[in-house]
């Protein structure tokens, strides 16, 4: 799953890498794209989560006709909630984009990403859903294999529509986009094939009672996942807003950091795909001893990845940023950003180990509670209040104590809470 996950991690970060040789327009235009193509990505990986929960536990209670009617249901409900926020996208690209600080130089640039980026939303998230159903089933090799093909393809696609060459026009951002678009249908085959005619999971798709009973165990979960994901983009968009007041070479710098930031954090994103369906698997054959000691095995990778990651960027942020500009203002933005906010990776990947868990148990809720009180408690009064008094660097501080505080709380709540799940089971 780390390898897998880092190969579709590198979609953004290829796109950065080629955007950026456009100027640092085209790539403050990327940078102001992150937090709308972020909130996409979360529903989809809500939806995969509430997905994964069901079919995990249904994997666990041995229920094999559950299994391929929770996987068809699914596909329908991705489908129909990002075509509609894929269409609502469509119309309202200008003015939401200017609220969140775009101005005329960029917003041309931004449109022309975004146009060809939302058509392809409906291709990326099937999969994504579709793939959480292979987790849970115990195949994580697929899901492996097939992100690194469309990985790359879409690094030989990027440099090719971008600028243009060999028989293909000049496309410079936008072509960044359609190079995605195209790999994403590839990848909806792929995946579909492996559906249907290797696993055979799909059933009839017409059974309105059935439907409605799936989707309603599958949002009861997707739902606070998603709403927990949303949090995410949420906080950055603002942050992005406040970046923004110190101009686009912030901006930009900030955007590479962050890009930098996903796949240093691979790992965790690793331990969180796979842990929630372990938890359903296991809650469904009342293994809970495993449940503990998974969550410790988490959280002693999460503490010497997180260490070891800092002391990397620490050293070598300079030189990161200077892949991505030759700008000094934007390399500092870069430097500094992962001088500091690396510091609390060993704790934020407990928080999404954590969510995850609490996921695959079926249990929502505290994930929600631990992201909002991060991001709405903690991140924007911080940022807000950092900004005043330090500037720029004071957000990037905030980022880090927010991290610290709730990566240590969510940790003692989700072993107390499994251990509450084994009392009802031993009477």
Known sequence: MMIGLLATMSFNLVDTYFVSGLGKD????????????????????????????VVSRAVGEKDE???????????LL???????????????????????????????LVKAYMYPWFIGAVPMAVP?????????????????VAMIAMAVVNAILDPILIYGWWIFPRMEIQ???????????????????WLVFRYKLLVNPFNGSRIIRSWQKILHIGIPATATNIIIPASSAVIVGIVATHGNEAVAGFGAAVRVEAISLICFYALSAVIGPFCGQNLGASE??????????????????????????ALFGAHVGRIFSANPEVIEVVRFYLLIVPISYSA????????????????PIPGVLLSSTRVILLLLPLAWLGNMLLGLYGVFISITLSNIIVGTWAYFWVNKTIHTLVKPATV
């Open 26 to 53: 085209s790539l403050a235009a990327l940078s102001f794209t992150f937090p709308i193509i972020m909130l996409v990505f979360s529903i989809s990986i809500g939806l995969g989560a509430g997905t994964s929960s």
């Open 78 to 108: 991705s489908m129909t909630i990002v075509g509609v926020v894929s269409i609502i996208g469509l119309l309202t690209i200008e003015p939401v984009f200017r609220m969140l600080g775009a101005g005329d130089d960029v917003l041309p």
């Open 175 to 193: 072509g960044a986009a359609v190079a995605s678009l195209v790999v994403r249908l590839c990848g909806l085959l792929l995946i579909g094939y």
């Open 128 to 144: 994504m859903v579709v793939m959480s159903s292979f987790r849970a089933m115990g195949n994580t090799k697929l899901q492996g």
């Open 288 to 313: 809970f001893e495993r449940l503990f000691r998974a969550q410790k095995v988490c959280a002693k990778v999460c503490l010497s990845i997180g260490l070891s990651v800092t002391v990397i960027l």
């Open 348 to 363: 934020y990947g407990i928080v999404m180990v954590v969510n995850a868990s609490f996921n695959g148990l079926g249990l």
């Open 65 to 75: 006709q559950a299994v391929k009617e929770l996987v068809t249901d699914s596909i």
